[in-house]
């Protein structure tokens, strides 16, 4: 019996240990810290490390473009206070480069870059103050299993880039503003319990999803909202033929008009959009819930339908993930 009890510490010893993050780093514009630049911190890292990497930020705004690489992966930004630990940027498109003599595109507009894998942030606030014309992305990510919560997402167009065919996201407890396309992209992308907040009369997603990817955006249990005086958005519109988008048990402000949907008309390279997109709804609530009048190439999904609408088996691809336990 001995045996086995100490067999049995053993092994949940280990299980502890493995839980635990390998190194944990402080950053702080006052000193405190072993580094004041939360890119510093990222680069002291060791590349492809051992496990997980903690990354603590302390309260304060840092005007920084922050990358992570694809060589860099298991890492976690942890912010002090999403109100007060700010990452800001103004880059957008358009902007001359003054490195390369050249204008920044819209996927270089970025203010936080996420390349590597598993990657998480929680307690953050990321920003592009660029809200004057074009599009500029506070936060563009590419990696695999990403997970951002108890943060925001501040910005105008093209706020998020959700990207890559292969990348999954999930978003949980956020807060996402922006005017046009401000969710967009080609990745599967979850978003929970999110308030998404439209700042002009426009479009809130942009799903490029591919034809191979069963899911693209899809939203539970989120408030759509919008600053005073926005009353003409629509859910989304097709950047991409196959476009998936679905909201659902999702309350709708009355700034949501009644079509809901928009099919992206005028674009020479993809015409009649509509006709491959998938966007569809299950249970809206609230002022903006028009199923009746929705248009009619959109879906309103049955309760059988549903059962396919699970976190696992959207993310399940090649391999299961499931990062809401």
Known sequence: MKKITFIFVFLFSILAMSQNPYITIMVAQDGSGQFNSIQ????????LGPGEALIKIKSGIYKE?????SSKHQITLEGENKETTIITNDDYSGKLNPATSEKLTTFDSYTVLIVGDDIKISNLTIQNTWCNKGQAVSLHVEGDRFVMRDSKLLGCQDTLYSAKDNSRQYYENCYIEGTTDFIFGQATAVFKNCEIRSLSDSYITASATSKENEFGFVFFDCHLTAKEGVSKVFLGRPWRP????????????????????NPWKGDKMFPEKEKTTFYAEFGSKGEGENPHKRVEWSHQLSKKEMKKYTIENIFKKTTRWNPSK
């Open 65 to 69: 473009k922050v990358v992570i690489p």
């Open 242 to 261: 196959f476009a998936k988008t679905v909201f659902i048990n999702t309350t709708m402000g009355n700034h949501i008009i009644p079509e809901g949907w």
């Open 40 to 47: 510093k911190a990222i680069n002291s890292l060791r590349d």
